[in-house]
């Protein structure tokens, strides 16, 4: 699907991780942070790959939480990690919305590039991925793909 979307502004930090494990405790240090520090949050949450030619043994990776309230402080996670006001870019994007265990997102990023290819877009920027369910719910996964759509 072809949407536009809104910036995000939020809490945010950066990092570079090796593997599902770096990505998976990189996400959990960050969402400890948050609410140890009691903070709101006002939305899904967002990660945004990097790197264009995507490493599994070296991810570089940035993941942005919406919050209620003031974005003005900066908060040190218990790895040493630096989160503060930072914002996702809105404009139009490609999306699709994957159901299932993270391990099967490659299909699911596999199709969007498909589409561009038949549709002779262009992808620009970061892949973002949009976590729509909690993974500690029951139920399958959901998460939304987007790759923002060159003019």
Do not use: C
Not at 38 to 52: E, K, N, S
Not at 71 to 90: F, H, N, Q, Y
């Amino acid at each position: 699907v072809l949407k536009t979307v809104e910036p995000l502004v939020g809490l945010a930090t950066r990092d570079t991780v090796q593997g599902p494990e770096g990505i998976a405790a990189f996400m959990a240090d960050i969402w400890e942070t948050i609410m140890d520090q009691g903070l709101q949050v006002a939305g899904p949450p967002i990660t945004q790959y990097h790197d264009p030619d995507f490493n599994i043994d070296r991810v570089d990776i940035s993941l942005t939480i919406p919050v209620m309230g003031s974005l003005d402080r900066v908060l040190e996670t218990g790895a040493g990690r630096k989160i503060e006001k930072g914002s996702v870019p809105g404009g139009e994007v490609a999306t699709i919305v994957h159901v299932g265990p993270y391990e099967t997102l490659h299909e699911s990023y596999q199709a969007l590039g498909k589409w561009f290819a038949e549709h002779d877009r262009v992808g620009e920027g970061p892949a973002q991925e949009i976590y729509l369910s909690d993974p500690n719910e029951p139920g399958p996964n959901i998460t939304e793909i987007r790759m923002r759509v060159a003019k």
